[in-house]
């Protein structure tokens, strides 16, 4: 185990501690939680944590934690147990594939990450997808892993199928459109189409989401390598 989750699995347990201790009266009186306004840092980079101050100790979702740590964390419906792997990666926690995935259950899903990931947070990269053997992309961060990640969490492990030139009537919101540029290459997720242009979510070489960028219809018809990947069932 490195120095870095070592820190984090004693802290826990030193919280763990502290939250356990003292009679009940007083615990009564201090289970008050509010909004914490501390900032959180991990290896001195700022993350964003949906945090609470409750009796001056600071409470995080334990998936936050693993995600910004880089450990394992899995729950055990069946058991309702929840599992820490110290010498796993974290991977996100997906939700099953819907049977037959609609525009607005894949809108509902990337609203979900929006929350999640608000523009400008680090989504975790190296992003390890549920089906390594069978992706679009040869590597797992920057855009392509935030659009693999986008894409697992609306489609869950529906199969992939590849576009090239699409019609503007083939796009859909959860597609990944791909172009070639003057370095390799950029994707993007569709968030929303008109008759002119898409709005998506990317990420780029910092690792960070980003929501609410427009590429116009004409521009991308334009682009060497347009593609488009898609897991709707036909």
């Known amino acids: 185990m490195n120095r870095k989750r070592e820190a984090v699995f004693m802290g826990l347990g030193i919280l763990a501690g502290l939250t356990l201790s003292g009679p009940a009266a007083q615990a009564a009186d201090h289970l008050t939680a509010r909004p914490s306004s501390q900032s959180i840092y991990a290896d001195g980079q700022k993350v964003e944590f949906e945090a609470y101050s409750i009796h001056g100790n600071n409470f995080v979702k334990l998936r936050d934690i693993g995600r910004a740590v880089d450990f394992g964390v899995t729950y055990d419906a069946a058991s309702n147990s929840v599992y820490i792997n110290s010498a796993q990666p974290y991977q996100e926690e997906l939700p099953a594939a819907p049977s037959a995935p609609t525009e ?8 979900q990450l929006k929350q999640a990931y608000p ?19 040869s590597n797992c961060d920057h855009c392509a892993g935030w659009a693999m990640l986008c894409s697992d969490a609306a489609f869950g492990t529906l199969p992939w199928k590849r576009i090239t030139d699409p019609s503007w009537e083939q796009i859909r919101p959860g597609d990944l459109i791909h172009y070639d540029n003057s370095t390799s290459g950029h994707v993007v997720v569709v968030v929303k189409k008109t008759d002119e242009y898409i709005k998506v979510t990317e990420s780029g070489l910092n690792n960070k989401a980003r929501w609410g960028g427009q590429y116009f219809k004409w521009w991308l018809e334009e682009q060497p390598g347009y593609t488009l990947y898609t897991r709707y069932p036909q």
């Open 104 to 111: 607005e259950s894949v809108q509902a899903a990337l609203a």
């Open 119 to 137: 523009t400008g947070t680090v989504y975790g990269a190296f992003y390890r997808p549920n089906d390594p053997l069978n992706r679009p992309f």
